[in-house]
Each structure stands twice: as structure tokens, then as C-alpha cells.
């Protein structure tokens, strides 16, 4: 068995805590989480262990893989705690909103060569990675165009709005993941951001409601991704990748297979799949298996830290665009 | 130009009028209608000549084509008079009710090589007639079924129904002739037949609202059609060629492309095409294109009076597998 | 924990097997097969008992769930022995070949409330069962017609297909299920059967190829079966519910939802899930589900042993109109 | 009949000429064309008058409609001989490449109310137009973005591009003409704009291979435009209009409604139809229809002059944006 530690237990530690422990391989041996109803949850499910002192969790030789879905300004101590006490670290996205601290884990992640995977889940989703095996296939020709659609059926509280970032470092940076996971060695080298809202509630918390990205690469390529926080219609999904010879397209994923037809409509078909838990379920499931395949092999994660350093520096100058005005050379 | 005696003004025929009258290369010369007033709506439209002695009109040397879309009994009287006079001749389905009366002017076109061309304006559909050919290039290997789903928007008048001959002879015979054109030297011998009917009205007047028939021919190939008088959802027209290394479909044709997402359902598309004349439109203009192309030159039609005549074979042995309750072998 | 006994570990008993094995709630306490090779198999890896005297089976009070998914002539024997010593069973399809040995059994059953759930999958499709519920919230008005689409990817082994009963008894019998299913109170009255084979082992085994069976329901409902052993495209799984006001469809799910364009094709999609253990990997989950339900309550199981009876009832009769070429009344 | 004198018969003008020729209403009077061979040409099909002193066609007053499919920079100087002449007149799009000029002219129309329509044929669109349609009758709520994909299958020949004005002024501006149209009195205010080309000929002749363009309106509404000078799948034309309870999309049409499926793929469908002509075909109708009406009753084109004119301002701020690297206000 493989002993893993959970930091933090909210919305997304707690499906990973059931993705966990489903896995045959895999003892959750600990979760670390400070709300007191949340830990009690987590023994009552999968009777853990509960420990206040984290640096004691890391020390337990028995603990093979730390795995973090902690809240984000506490991603860095626990990722540097794993490097120490050379465990197989796991660690959701972003990695953090202060880009410096970033850097310096990032120095001694590659001394140490820690073996850590970044949460970045869509990489691993069937359709979104076939579509670059495809790519790779030559299926379309050279790269041109990237084109991303993200949009989250309904906005996160807004207690977790406040200090998730914003919608390009906390939602986005998916995306700006994607288009570098798409463009492999090309570089990003110019970006753009626009960003909208109609609910009030954004312009008091800071944050945008609807936001849509341009980029160039090196190459040449173009990328657009364009982001909105509420999609009555359900969690919208798509990926295109336009080539000199061909596109390839990733699409939504419905309830079912089924449709309607009366005399008002035909083909209907049902809706999305809600959210990310249901449409990426495949996806976490991959990634877990690669988790686990990176603890027992010398492999190299799909999804690395520098991933993640990269994803929010795209972010960030997002943002820099969007103060300046202007078109941002990186 | 040439010129065209059209005979029949009624629904089919005011719609082939209008066909023929945008066509450049085609002088609407006569119409011959038995109703007065349908007769002078052809005037004012066409400017066409109105003429109660049809037999006039064929010895007229001016006509060139004698179009044929009167009732079903009167169809062989035209043809009869039209292979007598040595026009070229476009005749509606069903040639006749009367199976031995089409035999015998069978022989006599076969004798004078008659110009004939039948309405099997399916025949003429670009999706249906792409299949065809897609199957002789072999993109699905060897045809080992044929399944056709048809299915008009609504009804025709009562007053129509009475006398069509029935779902098998008016409507079916369409479906009929297509599995006779995608079978190509293959041979129907065999049929079964089951009808039904939820609306009162055609018990009343002895026809049957759905009919399935299937069918096996001489190398195996089993044909299934499902036929249907009414159809909420619009005019479903669809082929299914089923075979060794593949399948074809040919499908719906919708009002437009667009789609409708929201909360209950997503992908909505238009309804279908509502009727034959919209569904059907490119079919009935690449069967007139022909139709000129048989009058100028030694041409075969794709759909001959043969064809006619097969057909008409088809769904008068469904008939007698409905009354003895059998297989009915050809 | 339930603890379960599974008879037959073949194809299909390896598949449950872990289904089962993978349940929290279920022990996997025996495996009881013939095969020696296979009994070790199934030791090795789930670390059941292996018992050689079935009747000690049956007769260990800690069993709670008889799993039946032995060789088809062995059926009635094991469920025999399941209602006299009170389990709760679940057997594969189809019951029996005989059917006389089915009538006699179900009396027992019937008599002592036996908890039995017959391998009827398909009901339990997310899709399939959607459009069930759809019928009955009247989303396309009364139903008219029913037109199941089955075909396998390629006919089992030859030594399989001799001792199956043949595609109406071994395969068309989800079908027959299906009608039933959508058809609730209503009635099969008659029934017609078309069969055809081009690869020439069929005749050998006195099998066929192909099957296409039309039925008329007591209240006018027209079905259509087709069937095919082969099927290049994968395993291709359609139902369309044809109603007054419109019409659903389940259709077929792909291996994933990307599409490719290029300059030959446009929205070029995935191939289908290949095969049931794919295609139906939900179905099997949820029937799971309800079987475990049904041992902790008294339920009602979806697909229940007179629906086993009936659907054989069905396949027999179309194996009476293919030999007297007759409709068949039931 | 009404009388109409084209002017230009190059590529577009020779499909205006056979739209105009095949409408009964419409008599082709004059065609003026610089080019000897093409005039000929002209003649010969459509038996037009040909006059070399165009100032003789404005003057004459048998002419009603002035259809003007020049070259760019002969637009205005036609536009305003039909103001003068008291013509109604069609106009190509671009109206021209110099915004002053426009400006002029522009002054004139709004002063003697000349019934003018501008040659944005995607307003025309049955599916681009039902979208519209939809969104007024709130089938999405309150509209927040507009994504419009638009590639040509193929550039036009390179002497062509070198005057064509850019690909953001003889291309996007159609795409920039449909935001504005759905966007209704809501107003651009910030744009944005990047470019990219691969092949070498772009950069010889100042032109780009691929551009994306951002825009937001006054209320917040976000624009994305990507275009491309090739396609390999075709002429790609669709429009997603993204709301608060909703999304419309205006899709691609194919050649038919085939599809294809084998072991290899599933629901194959036939290539985009493959250009304007093919693509926008009724819209193309239904516009010279709009202009008939517009002749004949005091009505508003859908697609005025001051359209023209705020399209190419949108594209010469797009211009700016590059030359900057910033946003642009307007």
C-alpha cells in the first residue's frame, strides 16, 4: 500500500480524499485539515489520522506521496516541507499568487529533482490529450491557431472569489496551461486580456465576471481563450486546434446519449455534464495513476512545477495588459 | 426552347409548374386540367394554352414533353397517348393501381423505346444518390442491409386517401423503388408486411396509418422501411446502408444550422425541412436537368418505367402478406 | 459485508467478477467454475473460496447473493437450488433454452417470492432508461413505434456460437427485453422473423448472420429488431421510441468526444465503445446497485425472471415464423 | 422589369450578374466593365448593352438600379454619380479603403435619402439572421459575447491581395459589420488586435496570413474574431452568441447530410460547401430580394452605408492597435 497524506479537506480536497480512496493501491493515511467539523468528517469517512502538527506528518517515514489541495497561500511551505523530507508531492493549482516564492521553490525543486505533479487535471482528460496526440500524428498539419472556451456553469462563493486570485490566475490559469501544453517547445511571447462584468458583485470584489485572453507565439501561432463565470447551459469545455491542414475539436460531454425531437425542435440533446467533478472524473483518475507511477518510477509528470510557474507568469502579465492597456511582450 | 404540355394543375402539379417555369430552356406551352378554375390559375400564372381535347395537345408537333401529373388513373391513358405521338414523357408515381394495365403498356414502350421518365424524385436527392455511389466505391464493403425510415409531416386530405391506393401503394412505393436502386442486380425475393393504425379515420377508409415492411433479396441483403403518416417532428427522411466494412447514412435536412443551448438542453437544432417540396427541391431539379438531357440525347433516366413498374409489384405483394398473414415469396 | 457466490468465471463471470470485487460492500466468497485453470485464476485474484460440491454453496449460511453466470444449461439448476435455500439471485440471460424447464421453475419463484434479478444490462443504461423516463413524462404523446438497432463488432468464437440457441435467443433476447420494457402493460401479439448469413460458417452451425424481426403490440405498436453477429463500425447500440408527438433516441457513445476536419471530411468522431463491457460498463454498475438493494429490501428488480421467460417466449416464436414463413400469433 | 446597369463584372460581379439574370423581375441593361474580354463576355451571356461613357448609364433614365461590383477604389465615385442621378444603388463592400472620402459621400446620402444597400451578405443569412431573430426574443437573455470564426478555403490570387486593402479591411470587415449587427444600438469602444502569417508571401506584400481581433462594447459585451486566409476543411463560417441564460451558434452547412462510418471513424459528414457562392447562396438571393423591395417602397436595407462606414472604422482602429501594440479606444 501506498501511504498518502491529505493536505486540506474543502470542496476539492474532499473529492480527491474519494478518488483516493478508491484506489486499491492507496491508504490515506492522514488528512491535515484545520477546520475542526471538516477533520472529524474526513476519520468519520476514512478513518485517518488527524495530526495538528503538519511538519510531524512530513517526518512519518510511512507517508509516501503528499498530496495538496490546501488553500492556495499555504501550497509553497507544505511543497518545500515535501522537498525536504523527499516525498512525492502532489499540489493543486495555482501554485501560488506571489510568482517570487514560486521561483525559489522552483530552484531547489530542480536541485533536489523532487518529483511532483501539479494539478493542472485537464491535461490528462481523454479528449483533450488525444487531440494533441493527433496534433503530434500530423492529423492537422502545422499549429496556426489555438482556441479555448472555459466556462464554469456558476461562480465559486464569493468569500472564495475574494481571494481566489481573479479569474486569470484562478480559473484562466487552466487554460494558459493548456495552450503551452499544446504549443510543446514553441514559446508564448505576446499577450492581450480584456475583461467584462454584469454582475455587480465583481467590480466590489475586484474580480471580472467574463474574460477572454489573446497570445502570439514565437512561431506565430495565435491563441485565444475565452473565460466566463457563470454558463446557464452547463460547464462549457472546447478545445480547437487549427492547422494547415486540418482542425481538430475536443468537445462538451452530456448526461446521455440521447435525444428529443418534437415539433419545435430537433436533435435536442441533453445538457452538459455539470462540473468538473463529473466531466473530468476520467481525467483525476489518470492523473492519480500517473501520481502513483511517478512515486514508484523514475517518470516525468504530464502536468510538472514548472507547468504551474509558467501558467501563472502568463496570468500575471494577463493582468499587466489589462492595467497598461496594451499588448504585453513576455 | 422546348415545350412542355403539363397535365394535372392539383398540389404536385401546381409545384412542378412553378419547376418548370423558372427553368430557361422550358416554354410552359400547355396545361391540360379538369377543373376550371385550377385551368385559369394556370393561365394567369403560366400564360400557358388551356385545352379541353387532350388529344389535340399531343398532336400538337410543338410539344416536345408531355409531363404527367394527373390522378393516378389517368396516367397510362397519357402515357399511352405520349408514346403513340413520340414525346418524351415524365409520369408521377404510381403508374397506375392496376398492374396489368401497366404490363401491357410496358411492352409497348419497351417496343418503341419510349422516352420515359418516372417521378422517383428520391432517386434524384444528392444525399440519397451520394450513398449510392459511396456504395459502388466501396466504402462499406458488401450491402447486407437497407433500412429506410419515412415519414410525411401529416397527412394528405381524406378525400385523397380514399382513392392513393393505400400507405403501401401512394407512399411506400417511394421507399420501394430506393431499395431497388441501392440493390442494384440484386432481386427482392421475399416480403412480409405489418400496418397499423391509432386514428379512427383509417379504418374508416381501409388504409392503415404506419406500415413496416422487410424484405430479404436473392444474395441476402435484408431491406426493413417504416413508413409513418404523420410525423410531429416535420418530413423524416432517412437511409441507412448497412455493410461488410461500414455504414452510410443519409439524413434529415433542417431549416438551418443553427443550434440553442440553455439550462434543460443543449445542441438544439431547427426542425427538419417541412415537406417534400423544400426537402426535396435540389431532387426535383436535377430530375427535370435529366428529364431535358433524356429529350436531347440517347440517355437512360435513373428512374424508368420500370421502375415504376417493380415497384408498384412491391407493394401488391405487401398487400398479400398482409391479408394471409405471411411471407410472401417473389 | 454480502458476501457472494459466483458461478461460472468465463468471459462474462471474469467481468462481474470484478464488478463485484471492486464494490465496498461485497465480499467475493466464492467462485465456483468448472475449469480448474480458471478456478485459480479467480483465487489468485480475488482470493475466494473454491468449493468443488456446489450444493455446499448453496447450503453456507454466510452466503448471501448466488451470482449466476455459468454455461446457459445450468441456469435453472443453480437458481433451483438458490429459492430452496432462500438467496437472493442474480442470473445472466437468457434463462434456459428450454422453456417448459422456465415455467416450472417460475411457479417456485412466484410461490416463495424468491429476490431474483435477471442480466437484462441494457435496462439499466443511463440512456436507454432516459428515454423510458422521457416516454412516460409524455414528452413525444403515445407511443407508436419502437426500432432497436443491435449489432455485436464481431460474432463470438464458433464453439460459443454452436451451444448460444442462436441470434434470436442469445442476442435478439435484449431486444425482445427492450420492447417489452418500453411497451409496460402492453402486449406482443404478433410476430415475424427475417434471418440472412453471408460468411458461410452460419449455415454450418445452423446460426445466422444477420435477423431482423418485426412485432405488432395488442394496442398497434409496430417494433422493429435488426441484428447483426459482425459490425465494423463496433458495437453499434440505437433505440428510437417513435410517439403521436415526437420522438427519443438513444444513440451510440464513442471513445471520446474530439472531432477531426479535413480536406476530405468534416466532424470526423471517434469510433464507438467497442464492446458492452465498455459500452454498458454504467449499466452493470447500477444493476449492481439494485441487486444489492434488492437483497437489503424489498424491491422490485428492473428486469425480474418473468421478464427472462418472457423474452424467450418471444425468440421462440420468431424461430416458428422463420420455419413456417408465417406471422406469428401470441 | 426593372432595369439594372451593373458595374464591374470581375469574380463577384459575374455572380451577381447570373442572380441578377435569373430573377423575373430584373432586367440586366448595362454591364460596365473596363476589361474588353470581360465585357464580351458580359454581352454574350446576357445580352446587356455595354457603354463605355458610364456617366451615359447613370444619366439614363430607364436604369433604376446602379449594382456596383468595381474595384474598391471606383466605389465612391459610382455611389455618388447614383445619389446624384437619384439611382437606387447597390454597393460592394469595402466601400473604400479611405475613411474621408466615405465620410464625404456619406453627408450626401443621409441629405437626399438615398436608398442605398451595402453588400454585407452574412446579415442575409437565414442561419446568421435567425440567430438575431433569437436573440431579440431572449431565447438567451441579455447577450455578453460574440465569437465569430470565419476562414476562407483559400487566399485570393497575391495581385489581388496587394490592393485588397489588408485582410482586416477586405476580410474581417464582414465579421466586424455582424458584431455590430448583433450587437444592435450597443456601441464598440476598445479594440485589439493581432496578426500572424506562415507563409513568406504575407510579409512580401504587407498582408497577414491569420488574424484575431478583440473588441468591447459600451455594455460590456466582449467580441472575438478569428479569421484565416486558408482553410483546408473548407470555408469555415460560424457565429457563437454567448448570453446570461443561453447560447446560439450559427454553424457550418456541408455538401449533404451523408455520413460515414467504418472501423476507423464514426459520423463522418461531407466537407463544408466550399465558398461564398455555394455557402452564401440564399443569402445572396434574399439580399437582391431586400433590394428589390428597397427600389420599389420607401424601406431601411438591412445593411445601410453608415454600415459600411463604421466597418471600416472598426477595421482601420484594428490597424492601429498592431501598429501601437495597444488597446485603441474609440
Known amino acids: 500500500m501506498i501511504n498518502v497524506a491529505l493536505f486540506g479537506f474543502g470542496r476539492i480536497g474532499q473529492m480527491h ?20 467539523q471538516l477533520s472529524f468528517k474526513a476519520k468519520k469517512l476514512y478513518n485517518c489520522k488527524l495530526e495538528k502538527n503538519y511538519k510531524k506528518v512530513f517526518r512519518d517515514k510511512k507517508v509516501d506521496i503528499i498530496f495538496i489541495s490546501s488553500p492556495t497561500n499555504t501550497h509553497i511551505k507544505f511543497i518545500e516541507e515535501g522537498v525536504k523530507n523527499k516525498k512525492t508531492i502532489f499540489c493543486e493549482k495555482p501554485l501560488d499568487l506571489n510568482i517570487k516564492k514560486i521561483i525559489k521553490t522552483f530552484k531547489k525543486i530542480k536541485k533536489i529533482k523532487t518529483k511532483i505533479q501539479i494539478g493542472f487535471n485537464r491535461r490528462y482528460d481523454p479528449g483533450h490529450y488525444n487531440i494533441k496526440k493527433d496534433l503530434e500524428r500530423n492529423k492537422i498539419g502545422k499549429l496556426e491557431k ?115 425531437f418534437n415539433s419545435k425542435q430537433s436533435s435536442t440533446q441533453k445538457p452538459f455534464l455539470n462540473f468538473f467533478i463529473d466531466r473530468y472524473a476520467d481525467a483525476y483518475n489518470l492523473q492519480l495513476k500517473e501520481l502513483i507511477s511517478l512515486y514508484k518510477n523514475k517518470t516525468k509528470p504530464r502536468s510538472s512545477f514548472e507547468d504551474g510557474y509558467m501558467a501563472l507568469k502568463l496570468a500575471n502579465a494577463a493582468y499587466k495588459s489589462l492595467r497598461l492597456k496594451k499588448t504585453i511582450k513576455l
Do not use: W
Open 146 to 260: 489555438i482556441i479555448i472556451t472555459s466556462r464554469d456553469p456558476a461562480p465559486p462563493p464569493a468569500s472564495y472569489l475574494k481571494s481566489s486570485g481573479g479569474i486569470l490566475r484562478d480559473m484562466m490559469i487552466h487554460d494558459f496551461d493548456l495552450c503551452r501544453f499544446y504549443l510543446g517547445k514553441d514559446k508564448i511571447t505576446e499577450i492581450h486580456a480584456f475583461t467584462s462584468s454584469f454582475e455587480k458583485l465583481y467590480a466590489k470584489i475586484k474580480d471580472h465576471e467574463l474574460a477572454v485572453v489573446t497570445m502570439k507565439s514565437k512561431k506565430g501561432v495565435i491563441c485565444v481563450i475565452t473565460n466566463a463565470r457563470h454558463c446557464s447551459f452547463g460547464y462549457d469545455q472546447r478545445i480547437e486546434l487549427f492547422g494547415k491542414s486540418g482542425m481538430l475539436i475536443s468537445g462538451n460531454k452530456k448526461v446521455d446519449s440521447t435525444e428529443l
Open 17 to 36: 480524499a474519494e478518488n483516493l480512496n478508491k484506489h486499491k493501491e492507496i491508504k490515506l493515511l492522514y488528512v491535515y485539515e484545520k477546520s475542526k
